[in-house]
């Protein structure tokens, strides 16, 4: 089933034409596009794949992050949003935990300590606060980007809470390369990274591979809309004084609805039910939030149709 | 934005922190170098510098709080915290350092369990301040009357006097409580401030301040220790060491004023439970009001109503409080338990020498004097000698006071100022009155809390309130940064107490510094200087008929 957005395309651009990733200066392009999550093709077929088809990994993705990894931890760098966004996703993981079942345990004290996946980590904002909090056991962190790595394990060396043994591992490599520690962790994190990959539902299925039974995929992404264009791209991406993060940073294509999702999922869940077994994630909760000048990000009701959101699912089994 | 050169160094430091690094190199406090590569041991998350009330309720607020009580903390105190713990004095004898506290801070004390900890019985709640002006024949009550009217409702508490002793004492019986008395580092000296180094082989600490104790009393270099902390608190008072090694400049000027404090000893009330109650007994005022709300038309013409405006009900004590203009400013008369008060006269430093040398009688005629007369009256009284007895053992004061007093007019308050009896011996004390205030709380890695980051005029005794607002402030964002995962450190996680604080401060010391300007303006007797005392009095009076200014000023300060 695919959903198309209520605007009529203004332009269709045609495949020799370039895209304002690569620098040229297209024009706003507002075109149908089919439903992400189950094309097995990228979104923008002209765009190349050096790595091969069965990666995950856009070379495309990896220059443009490379060339980000330098100012990431800079506070009023292009990461700044980021950064200001990292205590709403504790806030998204704590409501998912409440719930759930391991909602009766209260307190700092409790026993269960969750180890943490990382995927498309960055510099380490998330993974790094992760692995502060007490009710960690451990992080392990992800991304293809090699220069990025390198920033966060040099943002590492400067805490030595985070330099404790086995708490924080960055590892320069791809989720389908990581064919150890599948069903061991707690958290499977995506934050911001779904709307950078080219085949998310192939990804999906290889990030919840590392779930354990009772895990929960918490992530945020943003919704494809006429609206977050006109907020991610158009001012986002606008030159200075205006944007506040790279140009070229998304690709409006590539993002993905929360009914997308909770489609995707409803759609495992049928095939398991088909064969006979018992559904294996449990309902998507979402949470939309927006980005306000002068206050930051805040949770803001139905906002997820539009814009930036929270989702998070539970492996049941 | 992608024009920003990349660095292709695996070694990056942001550009933040980089002008940081680099200013703190030269950032440091009476060493020239410290080289440290602390063990874990010697690593903290919060090392507060300063064991007044200040850095004691934020270290007993971290441990009470689940969230923050795991964190490693240190307080670092040069005076001996067990004295402190073992203050005592008798019943009948109150320290001359003693602080009105909000019922917002009270509030806050009670939270973290150190209110009942708190010797009770030397507190005293107030309900009431009266106000009043010598330059004039205006005055101003503030009071939660038109609260407690219109709910029926007990009168609320305006502040609480509490002994700065009292408090710091009950601070650290909640601090052994809580089981974290081996956090308190007390006898031991800041001797240098630096940063930690880069460890190849290890962490690196280059952003973490050092910081270099010795404990009092031993010589050369024995009982030395270096500790790196993730954040550094300057609790430190007006010189903070902690605020020169953040390199943060301070704004601000001296008044050129001192402030005499005192103990004393004041005529007891028909109700000895209640200081300075002597004009409207509780019986009488309350069957006046249950008349003057039934409906009864009979009661509605009685002749004596009482006037609701200047009289409260159930008033448990009142603080008093007078301009003198002339006189370099303000005399205030705070209650305390038993019939005692404190004083705390702000004045220029030739009177406060003057008022030293006095003995005890020709200090509370003074002071007597200073609640009734006319100023020049008061002027007349620093010109008399200190040391002539006249017969009967009496001093030149005493006896111009009571002639004065048969011929004065100046006008008092709805409630009349107590009468000083005695002064307690040895609590006379005086201290320089200054406004200070530090153009930045925070730094990386460093807070400033309480006189470190600000000091006021304490014509409103807001001063100790501001710095428990700090220390509250503190812990609720150390707080809401270990429970996000934040580094405490990190100049994002201290954001949000800088905004808050530094907005606070700067609210209430310019309000009060406003307020001392208005008063020391007209101090001449001529035209002009009596012109502007009536404007001033005429400000008052619409302060108090304006309905609601009286209570949006308290609800500033509360």
């Known amino acids: 089933m695919s959903r198309v957005p209520r605007i009529a395309p203004r332009l269709l651009r045609q495949p020799w034409q370039t895209t304002q990733r690569e620098g040229a200066t297209a024009v706003a392009v507002l075109r149908p596009t089919t439903v992400r999550l189950y094309s097995t093709t990228p979104a923008r077929a002209h765009a190349a794949q050096p790595s091969g088809t069965g990666s995950s990994v856009s070379a495309s993705e990896v220059t443009h992050f490379t060339n980000l990894a330098s100012s990431w931890w800079d506070p009023h760098g292009p990461s700044r949003l980021l950064h200001l966004m990292n205590p709403l996703r504790h806030d998204f993981i704590k409501s998912c935990l409440s719930t759930s079942a391991d909602s009766a345990a209260v307190g700092p004290e409790r026993a269960k300590k969750y180890a943490y996946l990382d995927i498309g980590c960055g510099g380490g904002i998330f993974a790094s606060s992760a692995a502060r909090l007490p009710s960690t056991s451990s992080v392990t962190a992800i991304d293809p980007t090699a220069e990025v790595i390198k920033v966060a394990k040099e943002h590492q060396r400067a805490d030595p809470l985070l330099s404790l043994p086995g708490r924080l591992n960055y590892v320069n490599c791809a989720i389908e390369d990581l064919e150890s520690h599948l069903k061991t962790f707690d958290f499977v994190t995506l934050f911001e990274v779904i709307e950078h990959i080219d085949r998310p539902s192939t990804f999906l299925r290889q990030a919840l591979n590392h779930l354990k039974p009772g895990g929960w995929l918490i992530g945020s992404t943003i919704a494809r809309h006429p609206l977050s264009y006109f907020t991610t791209k158009v001012i986002a991406e606008a030159p200075w004084p205006i944007g506040v993060v790279p140009r070229g940073t998304h690709d409006w294509d590539k993002y993905i609805n929360p009914s997308e999702l909770r489609d995707w999922f409803a759609k495992e869940n049928r095939e398991a039910s088909e064969r006979g077994e018992e559904d294996i994630y449990g309902a998507v909760k979402v949470e939309g939030c927006v980005c306000l000048p002068l206050v930051g990000w805040k949770f803001v009701g139905r906002s997820e149709e539009f814009g930036n959101y929270f989702f998070g699912v539970q492996k049941l089994r | ?558």
């Open chain 2, 1 to 558: 934005m992608l024009s920003r050169s990349a660095s292709k160094s695996s070694r990056y430091i942001c550009k933040a922190c980089r002008s940081t690094i680099n200013a703190s190199r030269k950032r440091k406090f009476g060493t020239n170098s410290i080289t440290l590569n602390p063990t874990s041991d010697d690593i903290y998350d919060v090392v507060t510098v300063g064991g007044g009330p200040v850095g004691l309720a934020l270290l007993a607020a971290l441990k009470t709080s689940p969230s923050t009580s795991h964190l490693k903390c240190l307080l670092v105190e040069s005076q001996s915290l067990a004295k402190q713990k073992s203050w005592s004095l008798p019943p009948d004898a109150y320290s001359n350092r003693a602080s009105s506290i909000t019922p917002t801070n009270q509030s806050f004390l009670e939270a973290i369990e150190a209110w009942r900890h708190l010797d009770l019985t030397r507190v005293q709640p107030y309900d009431e301040m009266q106000v009043w002006d010598a330059g004039n024949a205006a005055s101003i009550q503030f009071d939660w009357s038109a609260e407690a009217i219109k709910y029926n409702a007990p009168l609320r508490t305006v502040a609480t006097m509490v002994e700065n002793s009292n408090l710091s004492r009950g601070l650290l019986r909640r601090i052994e409580d809580v089981g974290a008395e081996e956090s308190l580092m007390s006898g031991w000296n800041v001797k240098g401030i630096g940063n930690g180094i880069d460890d190849p082989e290890g962490c690196n600490l280059s952003t973490w301040p050092v910081l270099e104790l010795q404990q009092i009393g031993s010589e050369g270099s024995q009982n030395t220790k270096q500790i790196a902390t993730r954040l550094l608190i300057g609790a430190d008072g007006i010189n903070s060491p902690v605020r020169t090694f953040a390199g943060i400049n301070t704004n601000g000027w001296d008044y050129g004023r001192h402030g005499v404090v005192a103990t004393l000893q004041v005529e007891s009330s028909s109700d000895p439970a209640s200081p300075f109650q002597n004009s409207v007994s509780n019986d009488d005022f309350d069957s006046a009001l249950e008349d003057f709300l039934s409906d009864d038309p009979k009661s509605s013409s009685s002749s004596s109503q009482p006037n609701f405006e200047n009289i409260t009900p159930s008033n448990r004590a009142t603080a008093f409080q007078r301009f003198l203009p002339a006189l370099g400013g303000p005399i205030a008369i705070l209650p305390l338990p038993n019939n005692h008060a404190s004083l705390v006269w702000s004045t220029t430093p030739q009177i406060a020498s003057y008022l030293k040398s006095l003995s005890p009688s020709a200090f509370t005629a003074t002071v007597n004097a200073a609640l009734r007369l006319e100023q020049v009256d008061i002027q007349y009284l620093f010109s008399l000698p200190t040391t002539i007895s006249e017969p009967n053992n009496t001093t030149p004061h005493e006896s111009e006071l009571t002639w004065r007093l048969q011929h004065t007019k100046s006008t008092l308050p709805s409630r009349s100022p107590p009468w000083i009896t005695a002064l307690q011996p040895n609590t006379i004390a005086s201290f320089p009155l200054r406004l200070r205030n530090a153009t930045s709380y925070i730094a990386p890695r460093i807070a400033l809390a309480g006189d470190a980051a600000h000091t006021i005029h304490p014509l409103a005794g807001q001063g100790l309130n501001l710095g428990l607002g700090d220390a509250e402030c503190l812990s609720r964002t150390i707080r809401y940064a270990v429970e996000h995962g934040m580094d405490i450190g990190d100049l994002m996680a201290l954001q949000g107490y800088s905004g808050e604080r530094y907005a606070a401060a700067v609210r209430v010391s310019t309000g009060v510094d406003l307020l001392n300007k208005v008063y020391q303006i007209s101090s001449g007797d001529g035209l002009v200087g009596s012109l502007l005392g009536a404007a001033r009095g005429l400000g008052m009076r619409a302060v108090g008929m304006v309905p609601g200014v009286r209570e949006a000023i308290m609800r500033t300060v509360d």
